[in-house]
């Protein structure tokens, strides 16, 4: 049971490895098309420009170089980046799934030696 644990953790860590998917839209409140992005971008991007919400793909650096971040949905010329798929949907601030699903199998792994 143990091995089952580690294994289901390490490959929900590794799921990742390929290309990032994100939302891509121009002015849109609640974004439909996800594509797949490049091996050269690594983040999704949200901006929003004079109430103007655009949703991309983008790099870790050029996230890095944006400011002022966005620090909730209301706020206005600004940008969030986030680097799971689909991270760049209508709230800035999400839970990831697996990341939560991975912390709990790895305490029940620990706690269970």
Do not use: W
């Not at 998917?21 to 690594?42: E, G, M, Q, R």
């Not at 109430?51 to 170089?65: A, I, M, N, V, Y």
């Amino acid at each position: 049971m143990k091995y089952l644990l580690a294994v289901f953790a390490v490959a929900i860590f590794t799921a990742g490895a390929g290309a990032i998917n994100c939302y891509n839209c121009v002015d849109c409140d609640k974004p439909k098309d996800s594509i797949d992005c490049t091996s050269l971008f690594d983040t999704c991007i949200l901006t929003v420009v004079n109430g103007q919400k655009t949703r991309t793909c983008s790099t870790e650096d050029l996230c890095d170089l944006l400011t002022p971040k966005c620090d909730d949905e209301t706020q206005d010329n600004c940008s969030t980046c986030c680097d799971t798929d689909n991270c760049n949907s209508a709230g800035i601030v999400g839970i990831n799934f697996f990341a939560v699903v991975s912390v709990v199998l790895i305490s029940l792994f620990f706690t269970q030696q």
